[in-house]
């Protein structure tokens, strides 16, 4: 369905293409705006104070204007290169469609699906079919006219139906309607085969994609074309539940899952091109659309030609992504705070990796190129009030940038991209509040890193947690079951990499205890709270971590629910993974009854062991590589900065952290 965006709650949206870029390139930014007349100037967010910098901006269209995008993927299938007579077989699954809907169709020809079941052709009645249940569909046309059969894959009886007066069509789109004007079809699509005069084309959908084209697999025919991001690697009818890995025998799951609110980004020209000096300093800044009702910043990453620092901030634009444009619809989440953003998205049907499709399927896909709303430096999160991903890191980087410190810039897909030799040449490398996300590449490319010596900072919480992959500007998950959604059985596996999804501690040699010291373990939106003091950071080797500290306990106040350990947390789990030399620093403990043990989190001794681990640990070892890690095991700590003119325990730790690993 081809849709024009709503800019009732947001006067102005947009992204950039590279959404990180190295200075002396340039990127291209795409925009729609409501107000024609709207100013764009570059400026910082990594400052206290919004700095406007003086690049050069191309215009590449004359105004701003409300753009147009596409909802709903669909199939089509072109007949320009066939004769008068052909045969057309589909196996289609209906998933749960509301309203009525198209399921073949081409100029003066609609097959539809009701939501009460009924199969109509032009109007006229065909069957009832039921949900989740394979069918082949059968269309077969000579001379204007057309019949339709039906069958189940259980095999019930035949059904048929014909109609006349036809003409034949040059192109056949399945799950969809030529003029997309309508909503698109939920349903699963497996074989399609076309018999015709010329011969026999068969196509098969791969357990590896998204592909937006498919050659047949048998005969001579033309590429069927894939439009607007289905999820592949789905079952199929072939699927028997004896083989849940696509790469032991992709034939169970050769299908594709057509939704009516799929998305797979924009497809607009460019509005302007930002050229990035070669002098520009590594930080976060911001394309400003200054429109009548408000200035909207579409923020990106400049990093630098050279190494210039001996730490980088790894910017978490994998999580960043997963959340983009998240839904949070009021009538199923308490909302704490208001955000113009999740606003946005209701109106526009823009689904996040944490939201659901129409038919109740998980929402696996996601790309860059999409309206990123909820990715701004002045975003709250209705469910807890406060500051959440990028908002809360950008406080990192005006907190070092008050003190001096010089840090370089660097994002997930840098490193997803570049493997070690992106982060090779630091002594320290640190995450932002939230990472979350990580590919193979991110992970093998972290751990190449700290076995070369070098060493982490975690400063975060609920990280290294769920497997992503990247194609382009897309990105993938596979969730299996979980509270936030959970995959049908079979689907775990990525369609992109092949490789299993769900989280890492499940997938072996990545387990985050291992990596980081500790484990993802409870969340909730009570107040956050402070960390304690323990023996070893008054006496160990680590003291130096807490010079200038002042209090036995510290991070009492915060943006992020009111202090430094909160939202979501991480602690020490009994584990043959935690390293052997592992020493906690701190920890925080005395949490409401809001925050709960992830439910999937085995312990050995039951509920005395759930209760202990309703914590926060603070932790720090020496890797084999030589390097240190260290965690702060909290989403809320970096917001536990002190802000300007301020000064805090957090801060002086956090100096510490930097004072050790700086220029020598």
Known sequence: MRRRLNHSAMAAVGYLEPWSVRAGSSMACYVSCADATAGAFVVTLDRDENEQQDWPIARQTPSFGIREYHLGSWVEVPLSHIGQEFDLDVEILFTSNTDVKPVISWPGFMLTIGGDGRLRAND??????????????????????????????NGEREIEGRIFGLSKPDTIHIGAEASHKQPTLNARIAWINLE????????????????????????????????????FAVASPRFTGEVHDPRVNSGHFDAIHLHDDDFAGFDW????VISVPADARPGVYAVAIETEKGVEKLPFFVRPQVTMATVALLLPTATYLAYADEQLPPERYPWHGNDRAHLFAIDNNFLSLYDVHSDMSGVSLTSSRRPRATLRDDYHYPLSNSPHLLSVDLKLLKFLARHGI?????????????GRSAIAPYRLLLTGSHPEYWSSSMMDGLKDYLTSGGSLAYLGG???????????????????KNEIWSGRPGELHLAMTGEPGGNWEDRGLNHPQALVGVTYVIMGFGKSRPYRRLTDSHHGAYAWLFAGVLSETFGAEGSVLGGAAGYEIDAVIRSEETPKNLVRLAVADGFDDSFQVRPDLWVADGEPERTALRRADMTIYQHEGGGLVFSTGSVAWIGALPGPSEDNDVGRIVLNLLGRFGRE
């Open 124 to 153: 006229k009645d065909i069957a009832r079919i039921a949900n989740e249940k394979w069918y082949c569909l059968s269309l077969y046309f000579n001379a204007g006219e057309l019949t339709c059969r039906l069958h189940s894959h």
């Open 196 to 231: 015709a005069a010329s011969g026999t084309v068969k196509w098969r959908f791969p357990a590896r994609g998204p592909v937006e084209k498919l050659k047949p697999v048998d005969g001579d025919g033309p590429e069927l074309r894939i439009l607007n991001g289905p999820t």
């Open 269 to 272: 020209a460019a509005d302007l």
């Open 406 to 418: 010089d840090v370089d810039i660097l994002t997930d897909h840098d490193l997803h991209d570049g």
């Open 462 to 480: 609920n990280g290294f947690y769920w497997v992503v992959a990247f194609q382009g500007d897309k990105m993938e998950l596979r969730r299996g």
